[in-house]
Nanobody
Framework: QVRLVESGGGSVQAGGSLRLSCVASGTIFRRNVMGWYRQSPGKQRELVALINTNLATNYVDSVKGRFTISRDNAQNTVTLSMNSLKPEDTAVYYC?????????WGQGTQVTVSS
């Protein structure tokens, strides 16, 4: 079992920056994937960014060049630095961990970007 606890998020004007952090605890195998998904009202949850324990990353096209995902393997943390935020980035952001064949989710944190 893996528990994910998120922090960060909030409200910001367009063009601003926010940082999301997530700490994983429990049975964390040496190889895993962590990252962030988001969901806005009326839309399906979508991938934002993923990073594995080898630090290989994957981003959705809409955030490339604006968002940066990083992790600390020793601390089992993942961070999403979000710059040049746009109103369309408004969503609930969920921390994700894929490990041992299972998928685990945080409780979600709201990000609101006003124009």
């Amino acid at each position: 079992q893996v528990r994910l606890v998120e922090s960060g998020g909030g409200s910001v004007q367009a063009g601003g920056s926010l940082r999301l952090s997530c700490v994983a605890s429990g049975t964390i195998f040496r190889r895993n994937v962590m990252g962030w998904y988001r969901q806005s009202p009326g839309k399906q949850r979508e991938l934002v960014a993923l990073i594995n324990t080898n630090l290989a990353t994957n981003y959705v096209d809409s955030v490339k060049g604006r968002f940066t995902i990083s992790r600390d393997n020793a601390q089992n943390t993942v961070t999403l630095s979000m710059n040049s935020l746009k109103p369309e980035d408004t969503a609930v952001y969920y921390c994700y961990c894929g490990v041992g064949g299972g998928s685990y989710w945080g409780q979600g944190t709201q990000v609101t970007v006003s124009s």
